[in-house]
């Protein structure tokens, strides 16, 4: 916060000639854009999404139910952002219209650490775009590598039970999960990029570090896009050595596996047929751990987060799980029969809409002149989809507020209907939807089948619900990370 108002106090002139610079160009006929908060010089709106103290994604919220389904919001000097609250705009920026809002609005930050904006997620939509998301759709994630993977998952997750048995004797029976889910989660994704018989313990430890480094990165680039003069900052100007710094070691770290051929049909293998330049290859391989590792993990924090509130569900889970599960030797819940199970399905989607890992989405930008709710959208001109208030509309949703799976159920009438499925998106849609999301809908349910399959979930205090409250920066994760006390089953 000191740095924001820091930068505006130093680089006022800076700041006005950078506004008058990023104006849109007269060519062509402006953007209509649509009303929303007054604004304030030099800031734009950001008075009033930080005064409010909760996270952005519950601030923006807050203002779209005050200004309407369509806005606009000034984030500082650069040029305004049009958000969208409501399922039919939202449907037409992500599905009706995909290929006229298919350019994206990246941080200017993360330029350098992702090979100028040439990974999946960053890139414009284009040819290259498209051999990339295809690559890896069709090869490291396609149906056929998934298959290969699941005994290593079940192994893996046998192995991460028995870590999590040994820190709860020597805790007093409490854990701190996500650690755990992390490294289980880095070694389905290092197999995925490397293949299957990648094992490197050093590797997994080392990005495990960088992952997590990088995403404390996403708050400061949003105050140096926010407020451009902050660059002269010298905390801001740490950062970017910092990142540089991060850059060189992901380099090194992921480039010592290419050094060797991989094997066919994982994403390395993908990415050095096509010849792509080795900032790229290397660029879109950490991409993936940035997408899959705090995404599969914060997820399935939120599952047991939300079950040990919710016993009763917790209970019906494992009992559905223990009447229709077919396990392994070693009592692990068996990947493909995730899909089988519907309650267990049903918690991971109440998850989901509950706590949409990105509940603003990717920024996208109109890679031409289009329309949006009757209202003509200039080329380059950003606009954000608030899938959170589609997960939380109460026209949509019955008491959207409460925990209740049973919403997702075939006997459940709530989820039919176009305007049910066009208000859970957890994953976006469209031809910018998630590329991982094939993975996502397999993992997750098999992370929280097993774990309730393992243990009983509670309080770590027996009189202190566990703290759900928000944090977010690149993905929503909680403010405090979840502990909990565990008694494995049949004790």
Not at 148 to 153: C, D, E, N, S, T
Not at 180 to 193: G, N, Q, S, W
Not at 203 to 217: H, P, R, S
Not at 462 to 473: I, K, Q
Request: glycine share 6%.
């Amino acid at each position: 916060m000191e740095a924001i108002w820091t930068a505006v106090a130093i680089g006022i002139a800076a700041a006005v000639l950078i506004a008058f610079a990023r104006r849109q160009r007269p060519s062509g006929k402006p953007t209509q854009w649509p009303p929303g908060p007054p604004r304030l010089p030099l800031i734009g709106n950001m008075h009033q999404i930080l005064k409010e103290g909760d996270p952005f994604h519950i601030t923006v919220n807050k203002l779209a139910q005050g200004y309407g389904p369509i806005m606009t919001v000034w984030f500082g000097t650069r040029q305004p952002t049009i958000i969208v609250s409501n399922h039919d705009l939202v449907w037409e920026v992500l599905v009706s219209k995909s290929p006229d809002y298919a350019a994206r609005e990246i941080a200017s930050m993360f330029k350098s650490g992702t090979a100028d904006y040439s990974t999946i997620v960053t890139s414009d939509a284009g040819p290259h775009w498209h051999s990339l998301r295809r690559g890896l759709q069709n090869g490291a994630i396609g149906p056929l590598c998934l298959s290969v993977q699941a005994p290593l998952q079940e192994s893996d997750m046998a192995q991460m039970i028995n870590d999590m048995i040994k820190e709860a004797n020597l805790n007093g029976g409490v854990v701190k999960p996500f650690h755990h889910i992390r490294r289980a989660t880095i070694k389905l994704l290092a197999r995925l990029c490397f293949g299957s018989d990648f094992s490197d313990e050093d590797f997994e430890a080392t990005m495990d570090v960088m992952v997590d480094e990088a995403l404390k990165y996403s708050d400061d680039a949003r105050i140096l896009d926010t407020f451009p003069p902050a660059r002269f900052l010298p905390s801001v100007r740490r950062v970017i050595m910092k990142m540089e710094k991060l850059k060189l070691r992901v380099e090194e770290c992921i480039g010592h596996h290419l050094a060797s051929p991989p094997p066919p049909n994982c994403y390395a293998h993908f990415l050095l047929s096509q010849n792509f330049p080795r900032g790229v290859t290397i660029s879109s391989i950490f991409e993936v751990f940035i997408l899959g590792l705090d995404s599969t993990g914060s997820t399935t924090m939120w599952a047991l987060g939300l079950l040990v509130q919710n016993q009763e569900a917790q209970q019906k889970l494992y009992q559905e799980i223990r009447d229709h599960a077919t396990c392994t030797e070693k009592g692990i819940v068996k990947v493909e029969e995730a899909r089988n199970l519907e309650y267990l399905q049903a918690v991971v989607k109440e998850t989901m809409r509950m706590k949409p890992i990105a509940p603003l989405a990717v920024p996208h930008k109109a890679a031409r002149d289009t329309t949006l709710g009757g209202l003509h959208v200039a080329e380059g001109t950003t606009v954000m989809v608030n899938l959170y208030a589609l997960h939380y509309d109460p026209k949509v949703w019955d008491e959207p507020e409460r925990f209740k799976p049973e919403r997702f159920m075939e006997s459940s009438k709530e989820f039919l209907g176009k305007r049910g499925q066009y208000s859970f998106l957890p994953f976006g849609a469209g031809m910018r939807a998630c590329a991982g999301m094939e993975v996502g809908k397999l993992q997750l349910p098999f992370a929280v089948s097993n774990l309730v399959n393992a243990f009983h979930w509670s309080n770590a205090v027996e009189s202190e619900e566990p703290n759900l409250g928000e944090d977010f920066s690149f993905i929503l994760a909680m403010k405090t990370p979840l502990e909990a006390r565990i008694v494995p089953r049949g004790i």
